[in-house]
């Protein structure tokens, strides 16, 4: 009967002890983040270039002859 | 007798088809002359990014065809910009670097600094990067 007892206490010392753990790990792991409170500004006009524009412009100009019932 | 119905019923069904095919591009190739009047009139003009755009409010009736022309170019940018390899904004700015120089006069057309010029006789006021 004796036995039985200690047993019993040692395992709710480690089962206390694990509730301890977790607890603690769950804090650690905890991770914040922040989200910005500007609105992402991005600059389209750099993505036109000048040789792309020059490039495309043949095409361009065939897209519309082809499809004037849009343009 | 038996032989004659399967086939008047094939040949109304492709009459129908051919009707149908017919009369589709038709009607796409036939203009609103809404669009052209108020073109002409300079209620819409070409925009420095290949695009529609209204220089005064519009009527319902010209806000919807000019955004129905809108998703329509839309689509032949993104087509043209994978065949070639470039973004749908920079096929589409290209364009309207040509269908601002193709206004006549009197039609309205977006300037660099956004604001909606009428087109003179004169060579248009377009982007430095425009051929």
Redesign the interface.
């Known amino acids: 009967m004796k036995k039985t007892k200690t047993g019993a206490r040692r395992l709710a010392i480690s089962g206390r002890c694990l509730a301890l753990m977790t607890g603690m790990s769950a804090l650690a792991g905890c991770v914040q983040i922040e989200t910005p409170d500007k609105p992402i500004e991005i600059n389209?006009n750099i993505?036109?270039?000048?040789e792309?524009?020059?490039?495309?412009?043949g095409?361009?100009?065939k897209?519309?002859e082809q499809?004037s019932?849009?343009? | 007798m038996t032989k004659w119905k399967p086939t008047g019923l094939a040949l109304a069904a492709i009459a129908a088809t051919a009707a149908v095919a017919l009369a589709v591009p038709s009607a796409?190739?036939q203009?609103d002359p809404a669009y052209a009047a108020a073109r002409a009139a300079g209620q819409i003009g070409e925009q420095v990014d290949g695009y529609l755009g209204f220089a005064t409010t519009p009527t319902p009736a010209i806000r919807a065809l000019v955004e129905d022309?809108n998703i329509?170019?839309k689509a032949?940018?993104t087509a043209?910009a994978q065949?070639?390899g470039?973004?749908v904004?920079?096929?589409a700015?290209?364009?309207g670097?040509?269908?601002i120089a193709?206004t006549k006069p009197g039609e309205k057309y977006q300037t660099p600094g956004g604001a909606w010029k009428t087109r003179d006789s004169g060579p248009p006021e377009r982007d430095?990067?425009?051929?």
């Open positions: 389209l993505n036109i270039r000048q792309v524009v020059y490039r495309l412009d095409d361009a100009k897209l519309i499809n019932e849009i343009f | 796409m190739a203009r022309l329509k170019r032949a940018y043209s065949s070639t470039s973004t904004q920079q096929f700015f290209t364009s670097c040509n269908l193709q430095a990067r425009c051929p």
